[in-house]
């Protein structure tokens, strides 16, 4: 098991940038696969973005890719979103999740995912 907590948050304007953090506690950061995944009101959690075990593998949402970049720094037990060219669809509360269902690769189902943090607001104003 291990711990997540979210942070970088908050209100920006459409066309700005945020970048979220996560910082995951327990063992072996490095053989979980991890996630991005976002809910706003009346609406399912979707996948934002996903990135393997190595780092080698991502996913994007299509609505992100070129805005949105998944990193993780397994040495740091780190896991970022950099967020740039905000539009107001994005406005949700975003969510870090970790995964050991899968060896390689990516899990785009929020039900692969074990261990999740307790989510931040991101709000984009129009």
């Known amino acids: 098991q291990v711990q997540l907590v979210e942070s970088g948050g908050g209100l920006v304007q459409a066309g700005g940038s945020l970048r979220l953090s996560c910082a995951a506690s327990?063992?072996?950061?490095?053989?979980?696969?991890m996630g991005w995944f976002r809910q706003a009101p009346g609406k399912e959690r979707e996948a934002v973005a996903l990135?393997?075990?190595?780092?080698?593998?991502?996913y994007y949402l299509d609505s992100v890719k070129g805005r949105f970049t998944i990193s993780r720094d397994n040495a740091k037990n780190t896991l970022d979103l950099q967020m740039n060219s905000l539009k107001y669809e994005d406005t949700a509360v975003y969510y870090c999740?970790?995964?050991?269902?899968?060896?390689?690769?990516?899990?785009?189902?929020?039900?692969?995912?074990?261990?999740w943090g307790q989510g931040t607001q991101v709000t984009v104003s129009s």
């Open positions: 327990g063992r072996a950061f490095s053989s979980y696969a």
């Open positions: 990135i393997s075990r190595s780092g080698i593998q991502t």
């Open positions: 999740a970790a995964s050991k269902r899968v060896m390689g690769g990516v899990i785009r189902n929020a039900r692969g995912y074990d261990d």
